[in-house]
């Protein structure tokens, strides 16, 4: 009884999924759900949607169906609108995670503008423009969450609703904003790309790089999400047992440049750990550090 009401669950997660963003989303949706339960858990800060091309309409439009019911969702995320990009978040957790980053500065900012001959760390006077970006950035979260905390995310049963955030006038006419910066901050990156508005490219092609990924153990992140849920969930129980590893993070930084950088990578990875500790899945977390290089790189 059990397995079919998740075989249905599923069905229905499918059928939604593919309503609100395409056909073609339907090759991804498990991956999907594997990162918004990694949000759930506390284990990621936001998900950048990149599975799909998706407006705001269709990502409110999903969350608010998935919301609707108990058993796909324990409360419902919220959506991010930056430039054309869609992100979803906890954003009580993204900003208690974002407020500790600029006020302990745990990252590294890297110019990889295209008119460098290789990538530097960003000189003093646009990284301290990039910093006070980031804490406008987390001003306006912070005011939002404020003003909605009686209406969104509710933990003691109540689902709340979706709070639709736009983050695009934050930039104004500021020289130093950049996208793929920003898109680093909200996703928690220890170190951060930068490049001048100018560029049309970067100067990362076939630089040696360090990847850094974290993986965590499907079945360990479908077994605490399930725990959150209190039900069958919509991940369903036909793979439960899974040994896959699922990619919760993936971040690379110049080889040349890691004496700058290494001590907050350093600190981001034991933070990291901490929390697969908290959450009982150390053992299945896997951080891994390679050696990687790229004939094209687009940020």
């Not at 399930?226 to 069958?232: D, G």
Request: aromatic fraction near 10%; hydrophobic fraction near 40%; charged fraction near 20%.
């Amino acid at each position: 009884m059990a397995d079919t009401r998740s075989r249905k669950t599923l069905a229905e997660w499918e059928a939604l999924f593919q309503k609100s963003l395409g056909k073609l989303s339907g090759k991804c949706y498990r991956s999907f759900l594997l990162d918004l339960a990694a949000i759930y858990v506390g284990l990621k800060p936001s998900l950048l949607f990149d599975y799909a091309v998706v407006d705001l309409t269709n990502a409110s439009i999903l969350m608010a169906a998935l919301s609707a019911s108990e058993c796909l969702v324990p409360y419902s995320l919220n959506v991010l609108k930056v430039s054309e990009d869609i992100f979803f978040a906890d954003l009580a957790n993204m900003v208690s995670h974002l407020k500790k980053t600029v006020e302990h500065e745990e990252f590294t900012l890297v110019d990889v503008s295209g008119k460098l001959q290789e990538p530097r760390i960003l000189r003093t006077e646009a990284s301290m423009a990039v910093k006070n970006q980031f804490a406008r950035i987390v001003e306006l979260l912070d005011q939002k969450l404020k003003h909605v905390s009686t209406d969104m995310t509710q933990r003691d049963g109540a689902l709340g609703t979706s709070e639709v955030l736009n983050l695009n006038d934050i930039s104004g006419n500021d020289e130093n904003w950049c996208m793929p910066c920003v898109f680093g901050f909200l996703l928690g990156y220890p170190v951060i790309y930068w490049c001048d508005q100018d560029s049309d490219c970067n100067c990362l092609n076939l630089v040696p790089l360090n990847r850094y990924t974290v993986t965590v153990k499907e079945s360990s992140l479908i077994f605490r999400y399930k725990m959150l849920l209190s039900s069958s969930s919509l991940l369903g129980g036909e793979k439960a047992e899974s040994c896959d590893g699922h990619l919760v993070f993936s971040f690379t930084a110049p080889v040349e440049l890691e004496p700058y950088y290494e001590s907050k990578v350093s600190g981001w990875i034991k933070r990291i750990c901490g929390m697969g500790k908290a959450l009982g899945m150390s053992e299945h977390l896997t951080v891994k550090k390679e050696q990687v290089s790229f004939a094209q790189v687009t940020l």
